[in-house]
């Protein structure tokens, strides 16, 4: 007998089994269709949906943290609690000097102020930053570029714009070059940049004015305050690692309690994005569950349905095995026709659900964020393929196992 496999007429037997009863095959074709296809679509838009969480944090280190000063909870040497107090850049120089943890660092300081340019004009944030803050918040850069250490160092009096803001100035005329005047000072622009992500310090960037913080605090009598420290740590270390070093710089410039956690308040990042994992971990572990359930559905009823052909075909399989057909041409048979069932409503299942998935990117693809990854990846069509595949023979091969037990008396005398 010839190898059932490669045997042409093996596989027009399997045609005309599995279509001797369409409306049971159409059903059973349509559990497993739906099993790969919702299992590929929770696989898939998980991962989209964790792009999508994840581009509100787009082009910050997630690594980073950050501290400003509060109000004292505790009155110590004199003063009494509820002062109010400002770090400044001896404090930052000191945190500097004594930490071996960080990365890049970066001071912030905010100023509100109208901006011209010829009549036009737009009210602005400006934003006092040091040339580490493109390292931890990194921008889009739509022309010219970032304010550098030796605008920092020279005190230049220059400006990257926010796009928004260039937009409002010179009406898609390029800015770069060109003069804008900050409370009747002339800062000459160098760049235009935008955010990335949703998630900002101090405001949006496409709002805001950018200028050397040096520049800022010397030209708007600032003195050496800041309102804001922003970091990032080496690798192994968190943002939590650094606070000892900034009580031990805010404690030794200032009249702060010793006992008073209060009075910095710290930012840490990398705890959200931990928590966001955490959060999509569980997401995909609920969609990995969702989806298995599902798909054993699917599996059962090509169990289900390759029993009830075993049973109409007893008499035949009796007949063929009185005739010398072997046992293993009896499996093959059965299992065949499970095989090529799982394989075509699995395949239809994966083209749809990516079908799905690419709409829905579309739908959520940003200009700027680009796209939030909804789609299958091919390794994950692939295992899901197999374990359709794996399970549907599983599903089969006790009927299998039993069509090839039958004796061919008794079957001849199945009624």
Same mark, same amino acid.
């Given at each position: ?64 943290? !950050? ?52 009549? #036009? ?25 970032? +304010?550098?250490?030796?605008? +920092? ?76 420290? +922003? ?8 943002? #939590? ?56 559905? !699917? ?40 095989? +090529? ?54 599903? !089969? ?17 199945? #009624?």
């Amino acid at each position: 007998m010839k190898n059932a496999i490669f045997d042409w007429e093996n596989w027009r037997e399997i045609g005309s089994t599995l279509s001797r009863n369409k409306t049971r095959t159409f059903l059973t074709a349509f559990g497993i269709f739906w099993g790969v296809a919702m299992l590929a679509v929770l696989w898939g838009g998980s991962s989209g949906l964790e792009g999508m969480m994840k581009r509100n944090f787009q082009g910050f280190a997630t690594n980073m943290g !950050g501290c400003f000063p509060q109000r004292t909870t505790m009155s110590y040497r004199g003063f009494n609690k509820g002062m109010d107090w400002s770090m400044n850049q001896d404090d930052v120089d000191f945190i500097r000097r004594t930490c071996p943890l960080i990365e890049y660092s970066s001071t912030l300081n905010f100023y509100g102020s109208s901006v011209k340019y010829g009549t #036009k004009s737009t009210a602005g944030r400006i934003m006092g930053v040091e040339s580490d803050m493109f390292d931890i918040q990194i921008p889009v850069l739509h022309e010219g570029r970032v +304010i550098n250490q030796s605008d +920092i160092t020279q005190t230049r009096k220059v400006a990257v714009l926010g796009k928004n803001k260039a937009d409002e100035l010179f009406s898609g005329e390029s800015p770069i070059g060109k003069f804008v005047s900050i409370d009747n000072i002339y800062f000459k622009v160098i760049g235009v940049v935008s955010q990335k992500s949703d998630a900002s310090i101090g405001g949006n960037m496409d709002d805001s004015i950018i200028i050397p913080s040096t520049t800022m605090r010397r030209t708007f009598n600032m003195g050496k305050n800041i309102n804001f420290m +922003i970091y990032t740590m080496k690798s192994g270390h968190t943002p #939590k690692d650094i606070e000892p070093y900034v009580w031990r710089a805010v404690r030794s410039n200032h009249p702060l309690n010793p006992n008073d956690n209060q009075a910095v308040w710290f930012m840490d990042i990398s705890e959200n994005f931990k928590m966001a994992d955490n959060l999509f971990f569980g997401i995909g572990i609920l969609a990995l569950f969702v989806g298995i359930g599902t798909l054993l559905a !699917g599996i059962i009823g090509v169990g289900n349905i390759m029993w009830i052909i075993v049973k109409e075909r007893t008499q035949e399989i009796g007949i063929r095995r009185a005739i010398g057909a072997k046992p293993r041409d009896i499996i093959v048979q059965i299992l065949s026709e499970g095989m +090529i069932l799982t394989a075509i409503a699995g395949i239809a299942g994966i083209c749809f659900a990516t079908l799905i998935l690419y709409v829905a990117d579309q739908l959520t693809f940003d200009p700027i964020k680009g796209s939030a990854n909804f789609q299958l990846q091919f390794h994950s069509s692939v295992t899901i393929m197999l374990l359709f595949l794996i399970l549907g023979t599983a599903a !089969g091969l006790i009927p299998a196992i039993k069509a090839m037990r039958i004796k061919p008396i008794e079957a001849l005398n199945d #009624k």
